[in-house]
Nanobody, 119 residues
C-alpha cells in the first residue's frame, strides 16, 4: 500500500504561482512513476505532468513552459511548480503513483488539493 498526501493548493490571482507537494509513504520502493492529474469544473480528469523514478518528465500541452514537475527520491516527494497560472488551471489536483509490475501493478491516488485561479 502507498499513501499519497498532497499539500499546497489555494487561491491565487491570474499570473501567480503555486507549488504543490505530494508526499508518498508505505511501499514506496515499488513506485515506478508519480504525477499530477486535475479535474476542472465540468471536465474529466486529465494528466498534467508526470515524472519517472529516473527523472524523465511528461507534460500536457496546456501546461508546457508554465509548470515544472520535480521529485526528491530520498523524501519520496513530488512537487509541481505552477507559474503563470490562468483561470482555466482552476481544478482539483490529484497526486498519482504508478506502482508495481504486471498483474500486481496498480494505481494509487491522493485525496486531492484545490487550486483556484481568480481573474
Amino acid at each position: 500500500q502507498v499513501l499519497l498526501v498532497e499539500s499546497g493548493g489555494g487561491l491565487v490571482p491570474s499570473g501567480g504561482s503555486l507549488r504543490l507537494s505530494c508526499a508518498a509513504s508505505g511501499s514506496t520502493f515499488s513506485i515506478n512513476e508519480m504525477g499530477w492529474y486535475r479535474e476542472g469544473p465540468g471536465r474529466q480528469r486529465e494528466l498534467v505532468a508526470s515524472i519517472t523514478r529516473r527523472g524523465y518528465t511528461t507534460y500536457s500541452d496546456s501546461v508546457k513552459g508554465r509548470f515544472t514537475i520535480s521529485g526528491d527520491n530520498a523524501k519520496n516527494t513530488v512537487y509541481l511548480q505552477m507559474d503563470s497560472l490562468k483561470p482555466e488551471d482552476t481544478a482539483d489536483y490529484f497526486c498519482h503513483a504508478d506502482w508495481g509490475r504486471g498483474h500486481e501493478g496498480r494505481d494509487f491516488w491522493g485525496q486531492g488539493t484545490q487550486v483556484i485561479v481568480s481573474t
